[in-house]
Structures are given as C-alpha cells and as structure tokens.
C-alpha cells in the first residue's frame, strides 16, 4: 500500500508543502492569530522542522518526531497552546490553500483533508491550557 507522504510526492513534497504553508502562516492578514500562538519561544524555523517531522510520520513516512520525541500525541504536543475553533478552521483554510497552490488534488488529498480536520477540531480546548 502507497503512503499518503508517496502520493504527495515524497519528502521533497512534503518539505515544499511546509515550506509553503508557512510562508502563507507568516504572511498572510487572516492568519495573524497563529503567528500569535506560535509565539512560544521558537521561531518559525523550528516550526516548520517540527511540522515536517510530524507530517511525515502521520503520512505514513519516517517517523521523526516520534524518533525525536517518543509520541505523536497532538493533544499533548498543543496543550500548552489555547486555540479555539476559530484558530483551528484558520490554520485549516491556510493547509487547505497551501495544497491547492502546490497543485495537490485527487481523492487521497480530500482523505489528507479529512484527517486534518479530525486533529484540528481534537486540538481546540478554548482556552483551557495545561501547563507544562
């Protein structure tokens, strides 16, 4: 069975994908409020390893984050985060762009699509933070 990270293209896809999306997360008006809860310490190039790491254990690739970081619970990766429906349809719309401007298409990026939305939705807690 192919991977979702070998229907996209591999890890070259994957990276410009990132890539892409947080060009679009750094630049864009609407999605100021995820500047503001990326503000945690890191820049946004550790973000964007962070992401690419995730990414591509969930799309079925190598599993660096888990390598890195022993589990791949996006509930306890974004605890520390309040996000609320509003920041999760936001970074959703700003994926959802991203894939569209790289040309991703077909059933397997709507499943992609899908899947986002499950764990964005997962992810909202609005504004009830643990600490860590």
Do not use: C
Request: no cysteine; glycine share 6%; hydrophobic share 40%.
């Amino acid at each position: 069975m192919t991977s979702v990270l070998d229907q996209i293209g591999g890890e070259d896809a994957l990276r410009d994908l990132v890539k892409h999306f947080y060009d679009l997360v750094e630049t864009l008006p609407e999605t100021h409020q995820l500047r503001v809860l990326h503000q945690d310490g890191h820049d946004f190039s550790h973000t964007r390893v962070q992401q690419f790491d995730f990414l591509s254990g969930f799309m079925g690739g190598r599993p660096y984050f888990m390598k890195t970081h022993r589990h791949m619970n996006v509930k306890e990766i974004h605890a520390h985060v309040p996000i609320n429906s509003q920041d999760a349809e936001v970074w959703l719309q700003t994926m959802s762009r991203a894939l569209d401007d790289l040309g991703h298409r077909d059933a397997h990026i709507e499943r992609l699509r899908t899947s986002f939305r499950r764990v964005a939705m997962i992810l909202v807690n609005d504004g009830e933070v643990v600490s860590t």
